[in-house]
């Protein structure tokens, strides 16, 4: 969600959020966080806006927020005992000048083995549905992790030393 300090929130929705065709999962969330920020700041006269979009990346595949509980439960077992990639766009656009800065950041995260019926478990909590690849980190989906290589920051969804070097431009 791009996010402005005033509150205001980006009217851009998860159907406006599928991949290009040929789009590279790190561009892409590049592209959404952008878009997020720019929508946002094209209604502010001044300020900076932050955007930002996370995509977990399992081999080749793109998984976002499962659109139901049986794709929530689909995303989890492809994941588990495997290690995936998240990535996260960040853009900051100044409302005042439309100059921005947009980059990504990468972390790996590899999943514990488990089975259907603890997949089925975790949904029926609800906490899956608004998360990509159908986990939260920052709850109870921080069972699911055996281990990351990364940024703890960035699979929550906003990588803040990231955030801090694009302020910084």
Same mark, same amino acid.
């Given at each position: 969600?791009? $996010?402005?300090?005033?509150?205001?929130?980006? *009217?851009? !929705?998860?159907? *406006?959020?599928?991949?290009?065709?040929?789009?590279?999962?790190?561009?892409?969330?590049? +592209?959404?966080?952008?878009?997020?920020? +720019?929508?946002?700041? *094209? +209604?502010?006269?001044?300020?900076? @806006?932050?955007?930002?979009?996370?995509?977990? @990346?399992?081999?080749? #595949?793109?998984? !976002?927020?499962?659109?139901?509980?049986?794709?929530?439960?689909?995303?989890?077992?492809?994941?588990?005992?495997?290690?995936? +990639?998240?990535?996260?766009?960040? &853009?900051?656009?100044?409302?005042?000048?439309? #100059?921005?800065?947009? &980059?990504?950041?990468?972390?790996?995260?590899? /999943?514990?083995?488990?089975?259907?019926?603890?997949?089925?478990? %975790?949904?029926?909590?609800?906490?899956? /549905?608004?998360?990509? !690849?159908? %986990?939260?980190?920052?709850?109870? =989906?921080?069972?699911?992790?055996?281990?990351?290589?990364?940024? %703890?920051?960035?699979?929550? =969804?906003?990588?803040?030393? $990231?955030?801090?070097?694009? $302020? !910084?431009?």
């Amino acid at each position: 969600i791009g $996010l402005s300090c005033r509150g205001e929130v980006s *009217g851009l !929705g998860d159907d *406006g959020e599928a991949a290009r065709p040929g789009e590279a999962p790190r561009p892409h969330a590049m +592209r959404l966080a952008l878009e997020k920020a +720019r929508d946002v700041a *094209g +209604r502010l006269e001044d300020g900076l @806006v932050i955007g930002a979009d996370t995509v977990v @990346v399992l081999g080749d #595949r793109i998984l !976002g927020k499962p659109a139901d509980p049986a794709e929530a439960e689909t995303f989890l077992l492809a994941l588990s005992g495997r290690t995936h +990639r998240v990535v996260t766009g960040v &853009a900051v656009v100044d409302a005042a000048t439309g #100059r921005s800065e947009v &980059a990504a950041a990468v972390t790996a995260v590899r /999943m514990r083995p488990f089975g259907a019926a603890e997949a089925a478990a %975790y949904v029926a909590t609800g906490e899956p /549905m608004d998360k990509a !690849g159908a %986990y939260g980190i920052q709850g109870r =989906g921080a069972l699911l992790v055996a281990g990351i290589q990364g940024d %703890y920051c960035n699979v929550v =969804g906003l990588p803040l030393v $990231l955030l801090a070097k694009l $302020l !910084g431009r």
